[in-house]
């Protein structure tokens, strides 16, 4: 087993013991830079045409999403982010709180109904039905599908079973971790090994794709019959808007996406936009159950709001739930780090200098076409040198008063790496946002969260993607129990 699966924060380890910037010898003994360095970093995510995806992080991308949003670097990316940016939008997002409240609701009662008696605790695996839930949201709000899979009564829905198997089996943090250092095997030997769950990738796809071809024919057949792209429709998901920008006779034609790309953006949606939320509310409802105080305390404050069914504007109204969800997703960043590969020479900015193997100091690097470099998310989220002595503690109340150090943090949202920062950004935070809100208002005025399991048992995983196991159960995959009850007012 590779040592980051057997201890997911051994970097952070190195980086206390090290120094900011150091390299490291990876799977295959590829030489990776390290780098927490928020000089450093800023000039890495900017220059993104440099510092790109890896090649088989991209095909492995590509496998699944075709040639979406992330599977594609340089000007093809560019194109893609100025057709898509708008659908992603406040406004556009505003529009989509109804299925945000309306999939919460229907979560809530299917745990309602699970606890039965109203007196009594019941274990629940949150994660389950969060990564339910979370792919009906994309299916609705993505693109007015239905998956229908928080229906009880519901025949297990195929695309979701393909992705319990590719994101939660036991040995999926193996499997993702040879995947994506494949690059570093020599090429005649690299045929011989055979590429992890490569057949659960090609099924996905597959059915992926069939589904998407579907829904381009379908929606742009819906476009024609409502008047065109300028026409008012009354679609509001993100599929429909992306092709309606798409086919907006402003679009100079080679500014367009072309069919392959538009159909590359639904599974782009599912890798991208499911599992990460739906992990981000399970360690939420986690932290609520090992901090009681800070649940009575959201969850007095949910209840100030009047309706059942607030608007966004009312939602973001809530401090308490503001800094929460931004204290959950500092610590518990969905996406632990990402990789880049260099793909010419560059010289990299060090805000803090380090040492060569000589002992001499450095006060920036050279870097040579091919150097691996790893942006370390959670490492960055929780670095003590910028968040203080406590970066490691859960504290909600750290922001209404952040520490000045935070403000160099590269960052598309609330001083953290965790939507990362530049051109790559995440296309899909503000959606992720409004989902989160929704979901905590809805569970929160409706059920106690307790602790289901042993201090210490719940563990994440090495993977990248922050997923929660059970120690003493690791053979089950990612879960996260709860003990669920009915709230009593
Ligand atoms: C808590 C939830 C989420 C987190 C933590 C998250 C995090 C990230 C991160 C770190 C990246 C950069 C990946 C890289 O460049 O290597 C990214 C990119 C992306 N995310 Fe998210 N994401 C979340 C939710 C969503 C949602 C809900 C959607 C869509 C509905 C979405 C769509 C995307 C897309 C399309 C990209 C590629 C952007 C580009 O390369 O231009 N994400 N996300």
Do not use: C
């Given at each position: 087993m590779h040592i980051f699966q057997k201890d997911p924060t051994v970097t952070r380890t190195w980086r206390n013991a090290f120094g900011a910037t150091f390299q490291y010898k990876g799977l295959f003994n590829t030489r990776e830079l390290y780098t927490a360095d928020t000089v450093a970093l800023e000039h890495i995510v900017k220059n993104n045409f440099i510092y790109q995806k890896?090649?088989?992080?991209?095909?492995?991308?590509?496998?699944?999403?075709?040639?979406?949003?992330?599977?594609?670097?340089?000007?093809?990316?560019?194109?893609?982010?100025?057709?898509?940016n708008p659908a992603f939008g406040t406004a556009q997002i505003r529009g989509l709180m109804e299925a945000f409240l309306e999939k919460s609701v229907e979560l809530r009662d299917v745990w309602t109904q699970k606890i039965g008696d109203e007196s009594k605790s019941t274990r629940i695996d949150v994660l389950d039905?969060?990564?339910?839930?979370?792919?009906?949201?994309?299916?609705?709000?993505?693109?007015?599908?239905?998956?229908?899979?928080?229906n009880p009564e519901g025949k297990p829905n195929e695309v979701h079973e393909t992705f319990n198997k590719m994101f939660h089996a036991p040995n999926t943090a193996s499997q993702s971790a040879l995947r994506a250092n494949l690059h570093s095997i020599p090429a005649p030997f690299r045929r011989l090994i055979s590429i992890p769950a490569r057949k659960t990738f090609d099924d996905a796809r597959k059915k992926l794709f069939v589904l998407g071809n579907q829904m381009l024919v379908d929606g742009k057949a819906a476009i024609n019959a409502a008047g065109g792209p300028k026409a008012v429709s009354g679609r509001r998901d993100l599929f429909s808007l992306i092709?309606?920008?798409n086919m907006s006779p402003e679009v100079p034609e080679d500014h367009r996406m072309s069919d392959n790309e538009v159909i590359g953006?639904?599974?782009?949606?599912?890798?991208?936009?499911?599992?990460?939320?739906s992990s981000a509310i399970s360690w939420a409802l986690?932290?609520?159950?090992?901090?009681?105080l800070v649940q009575i305390k959201l969850r007095e404050e949910l209840f100030t709001l009047q309706s059942d069914t607030p608007t966004l504007e009312e939602l973001n109204s809530l401090p308490y739930l503001d800094s929460f969800i931004r204290e959950n997703l500092r610590v518990h960043a969905p996406v632990s780090h990402v990789t880049r590969i260099a793909v010419a020479d560059d010289v990299i900015p060090l805000g803090t200098p380090c040492l060569d193997t000589h002992g001499q100091k450095l006060t920036s690097l050279l870097i040579k076409k091919g150097q691996m470099v790893r942006i370390p998310i959670v490492d960055v989220n929780t670095d003590r040198t910028l968040w203080g002595e406590d970066a490691l503690k859960f504290k909600p109340e750290r922001w209404e008063q952040l520490p000045k150090a935070v403000d160099a943090i590269p960052s598309v949202w609330?001083?953290?790496?965790?939507?990362?920062?530049?051109?790559h950004n995440c296309i899909g935070f503000r959606f992720s946002l409004a989902e989160q809100k929704a979901l905590l208002f809805v569970l929160l005025r409706a059920f106690v969260f307790e602790r289901a399991v042993a201090d210490?048992?719940?563990?994440?995983?090495g993977n990248g993607l922050h997923s929660p196991f059970v120690y003493s159960e690791r053979e089950k995959g990612s879960q996260m129990p709860l003990m669920v009850k009915a709230f009593q007012a």
């Open positions: 890896r090649v088989v992080v991209m095909s492995s991308n590509n496998r699944l999403a075709g040639e979406g949003l992330l599977g594609v670097e340089g000007e093809a990316h560019k194109r893609q982010r100025r057709i898509m039905w969060l990564s339910k839930m979370t792919l009906d949201v994309i299916g609705q709000a993505g693109f007015d599908y239905q998956f229908d899979s928080l092709l309606r920008a953006q639904i599974p782009t949606f599912f890798v991208a936009g499911h599992a990460t939320t986690y932290e609520l159950a090992i901090n009681p609330g001083n953290m790496l965790t939507f990362l920062a530049g051109p210490g048992e719940i563990r994440r995983t």
